[in-house]
């Protein structure tokens, strides 16, 4: 292998020495492609690959802090320098597309020592103690120091912080002092999410991320969607943990404690424990919390299959009203089980809070439903009850402390835990998940559906409602008109999706429907358009053409979910993240849905039996509007 001496590197011409090469008219051609050498191995790439891509697909590994597959390129830490021959420069191989032949060296003693100098650099300003930070044995800073053999803090090391940490929101904990000004976070809200809650402030040794006139995230425009938590290579953002208060209910012999857990964290929470992402671990989680001291372990899938009766329900009387009676009704109609993208939406589109549907998240009406109906059913004091959600989702501690989820009348879901909280008091018990034996979930709760299942991926919600709109509107099956039930217009990863659905014949009003129905004759010959947006970005994108009259304007009913890919790509979820990564947590989701014997909500027997048995209006009844709706006036949602 050939390796360029320092002295033809001195020797550069200046013209050289930071430019791109010009782009060859050879390589112009669309689908043109550029030879390269990386450490003496030659290879071809497409026109305008990074050097760091490039090197990736031949398996050679060049450091990155600041890069990261979701967000657009920065080339701001320097970790990934690496030397081009004819540049007197290191350059960030991150951040240079190759469009003429080079030959790059990734591991040269230049290099070498230089990324070296990047990390202790990095860490003369890195305040704290890694035993004390969550992110110990998972921050890419301390992996990076033991890469690069950092022994000692050769330009100093903080003593003191410089920084007050923000404890402001219910979701979100930031420490500046543990910031190495990557800004992924900044792109990360400000690109992915297109939020812009934070930013970068000052120059020089004063840069630093803040909010809006540094108020803390507790008082600014944040939707609490904890995309930045995600992406942050060190432990500067973190999740406002109440494991302590978890295990002090626990262990309270007083309390009744529950635990409710949702799809997505049982599709992620195996990487914990060195898993491959898309290893499903739901069954023998429920092993785990038992052992944890959990008194009941119960299935949010019910909750979500009692979701979609009452979020359907709304729908058809929207589609009723306007229709049948020739009123006024708000279209297209939104899902609410995101709390970040139902914050977004207060935040940015306030005149659009009508359209929101005023079910509760499966969360909350879980927490609804426990202090009241299973309450009363095992005659526990709900005074006595602790519920505990385990969720994808940071939004979510932001959600079950909204001082209006008490329509239980006490605080509907107590604690709401990440996947990554929980994942840490499983290791506290000594337990090594995916050892464990698997076991059901507890009754009255223990039946879910498919349907409840694909919440957690992006058009799982459209999909769980078509299938049943679908099967009550018509009187078919609705394996009639997809295969396996699978409704694949609506699944998969693209930004937006839309579908439409023609109904040309429609059949009996069901009995649970009957109160509110004669018939569906004002359907027969519609056409149901539907749309499913993930990630705020692409939410805005529907909603300005909602604005503009656009095609979406025309929808019926949209799915938003909070963050890209939906639930499995929670502020919550294990950390890394990538698209692959979510890919795969979605096909353990759809994996377990294709299982189920029962795939549909409308067939779940205990959601129809709390129908029979408590929320006897049926859905949308009087008593399912305390429990399981929310209310809206002009002002905003929640208010009664």
Not at 565 to 570: A, L, M, N, P, R
């Amino acid at each position: 292998m050939t390796v360029p001496s320092s002295e033809m590197s001195r020797r550069a011409p200046v013209s050289q020495q930071a430019s791109v090469p010009a782009v060859p008219a050879s390589a112009t051609a669309i689908g043109g492609s550029v030879s390269l050498s990386i450490d003496g191995q030659e290879l071809k790439v497409p026109l305008g690959t990074t050097i760091l891509e490039a090197a990736r697909r031949i398996g050679i590994k060049i450091p990155t802090l600041c890069h990261h597959p979701d967000l657009c390129v920065a080339g701001v830490c320097r970790v990934c320098s690496v030397e081009v021959e004819g540049m007197r420069t290191l350059q960030a191989a991150c951040a240079f597309p190759v469009t003429s032949p080079l030959k790059v060296w990734t591991h040269t003693r230049k290099v070498r020592m230089a990324r070296r100098h990047i990390v202790d650099l990095l860490l003369s300003e890195h305040y704290g103690e890694c035993y004390a930070c969550g992110r110990n044995n998972n921050c890419e800073l301390q992996a990076l120091s033991k890469e690069y053999g950092v022994d000692f803090f050769r330009f100093g090391h903080p003593e003191k912080p410089r920084w007050d940490i923000d404890l402001s929101s219910y979701s979100v904990v930031r420490d500046n002092n543990k910031c190495v000004m990557c800004r992924r976070c900044v792109r990360t809200c400000i690109d992915l999410q297109e939020v812009g809650t934070i930013e970068v402030l000052g120059r020089s040794d004063k840069a630093h991320i803040a909010s809006f006139m540094e108020k803390p995230l507790g008082s600014v425009v944040c939707i609490n969607c904890g995309q930045c938590i995600n992406r942050c290579p060190t432990g500067a953002l973190r999740a406002n943990d109440p494991t302590d208060e978890v295990w002090e209910a626990i262990h309270d012999p007083k309390k009744h404690v529950v635990i409710q857990t949702a799809p997505s964290p049982r599709a992620a929470i195996g990487e914990c424990f060195g898993c491959e992402p898309g290893t499903p671990m739901t069954f023998e989680l429920n092993t785990a919390l038992r052992m944890c001291g959990f008194d009941r372990v119960f299935d949010t899938n019910f909750t979500a299959d009692l979701t979609i009766l009452e979020e359907g329900t709304e729908l058809l009387l929207r589609l009723k009203t306007a229709l049948a009676d020739g009123g006024e009704a708000a279209f297209p109609q939104f899902t609410s089980c995101s709390p970040g993208w139902v914050k977004y939406l207060e935040h940015f589109y306030p005149e659009y809070i009508p359209n929101l549907s005023t079910a509760k998240s499966p969360q909350q009406m879980f927490g609804a439903v426990i202090k009241t109906y299973y309450a009363r059913k095992h005659g526990i004091d709900p005074a006595d009850i602790v519920t505990v959600a385990l969720m994808p989702c940071s939004a979510k501690k932001f959600e079950c402390n909204r001082p209006e989820m008490d329509d239980s009348g006490f605080k509907d879901v107590d604690y709401g835990l990440t996947t990554r909280e929980l994942a840490k008091m499983i290791s506290e018990t000594g337990l090594d998940l995916p050892r464990l034996p698997r076991s059901g979930f507890d009754a009255p709760f223990g039946t879910a559906t498919g349907s409840g299942v694909i919440f957690g991926a992006t058009g799982g919600v459209m999909e769980a409602a078509l299938r049943t709109v679908i099967e009550v509107v018509t009187g078919l099956k609705v394996e009639t008109l997809f295969e396996n039930a699978d409704i694949k217009p609506v699944r998969g990863f693209e930004g937006v999706k839309y579908a439409e659905l023609p109904i040309p014949e429609v059949g009996p009003v069901p009995p649970i429907l009957a109160g509110l129905f004669q018939d569906w004759n004002f359907l027969r010959g519609a056409t149901l358009k539907v749309a499913v947006a993930h990630g705020t970005a692409n939410a805005r994108k529907v909603m300005e053409d909602i604005k503009a009259g656009g095609v979406f304007s025309q929808c019926h009913f949209i799915e938003f979910m909070g963050c890209p890919g939906g639930c499995i790509g929670g502020g919550g979820q294990p950390i890394p993240t990538s698209p692959e990564i979510r890919k795969a947590r979605a096909h353990a989701i759809y994996a377990e849905d294709a299982a189920y014997e029962v795939r549909k909500s409308h067939e779940n027997p205990d959601v129809l039996r709390i129908y029979e048995e408590f929320l006897t209006e049926g859905p949308c009844g009087h008593r399912s509007h305390e429990l399981l709706h929310t209310h809206y006036t002009e002002r905003g949602r929640y208010i009664e």
